[in-house]
């Protein structure tokens, strides 16, 4: 396992508030929170990035991301809704690289969410690029 500070709380010699604890995850409360509740969901594998991710480490975390996000709706905090969030790399926002998803519950008017303006690309564009990323899926 490479150093990193996700992988000292796997391996238990960091603390953390843990919320979830299964044989290849660890999920447990984010120190730096957007929101009250917002947590973490970290696979055990070190993976630096989505493309080094184990396509079963990856459905396990969203599984689990999808069970705590169902429990944040109906338990006793305040939560109108929530987001999942994963960022892939520095210019996505990744600060600590080993894969983690972000479980984010929220409040109407709690002051959180994306504020990038989106764009309307016209139909020729949208092929365009849908085509691209088809050929970078095909084997």
Do not use: Y
């Amino acid at each position: 396992m490479t150093d990193c500070v996700f992988c000292a709380i796997v391996a238990g010699d960091a603390p953390a508030s843990i919320v979830l604890d299964e044989p290849d995850l660890i999920a447990f409360m984010d120190i730096r929170p957007f929101t009250a509740g917002h947590l973490l969901v970290v696979p055990k594998r070190h993976a630096p990035g989505l493309g080094a991710l184990d396509p079963e480490d990856g459905f396990r975390i969203f599984d689990a991301g999808r069970r705590i996000a169902t429990a944040l709706r109906s338990g006793a905090l305040p939560v109108d809704g929530v987001n999942l969030f994963l960022a892939d790399g520095e210019a996505a926002g990744q600060e600590v690289f080993h894969v983690h998803l972000h479980v984010i519950p929220r409040r109407h008017g709690d002051g959180f969410g994306l504020r990038a303006v989106p764009r309307s690309p016209n139909r020729t564009v949208l092929d365009g690029t849908a085509a691209a990323i088809r050929n970078a899926l095909a084997p």
